[in-house]
Structures are given as C-alpha cells and as structure tokens.
C-alpha cells in the first residue's frame, strides 16, 4: 500500500511490466486461508500459471505501529459516509468505465433520510 514502493519494488527485483502479478495488502499479511488475499494467490498459481510467491514488506511499515483499538476510535470519528466507487478498466486502452458513484450513492441516501 506504501505508494513509495510502486515503481521502487518492480526495479529493486529486475522486473517489467507482465513479468508478475501483483497484489497488494498492508501490513504484508496473508490473515486468512480464504481471504482476498489468499484467493488471489490461488488464481494468481492455478488460472495464470504463476510459479512462485514472494510476501514482500518493507522497513519503517505503517501498519506495524497501527493500534486497532485507536483506528476503530478513528472509524466511528468519521462515520461510515466514505464513497465508494466501482469502476473497470478496459487494459488495452487504459479507459475507465465508471459502474457505481460513491458520491452520488450517498446524495441519494441523504436525500431519501430527509
């Protein structure tokens, strides 16, 4: 998740565009056997061939000095009206179709608790 690491990551480990599949989590953990991340993985060795896997951290990680008790305090600060959009990528192109606005998702909420 460290945006420093998107392009230094790639470099470090003499890789190119295609060359792998990338997943990214923070923290660098793989916390359940059927989560997100692990699912992934399993399309990543047996839909797409891949032959190895590297968990990859990095020193100074945010997320280990993360307390959860002090970031769900955060979460109920902010409340739950974070937008959320769904959009797919078309990869020849690099064009962005937008499925689902977030924003306006929650004008409509509002306006129907009015």
Known sequence: MDSRLVELLPK???LCNGDVK?????????????GSIMRSILVALY???AEEVFIVG??????SAVDPDSMIEHMK???ITIPVHGLVMEPKTG??????DGNAYIENKIKRNE
């Open 12 to 14: 470090s480990m003499n």
């Open 22 to 34: 990338i997943v990214k989590s923070s923290g660098a953990i793989v916390n359940h056997p059927f």
């Open 47 to 49: 839909e797409l061939k």
């Open 58 to 63: 990095h020193n100074d990680c945010g997320m």
């Open 77 to 79: 600060e902010r409340g």
């Open 95 to 100: 064009y962005l179709d937008l499925l689902s």
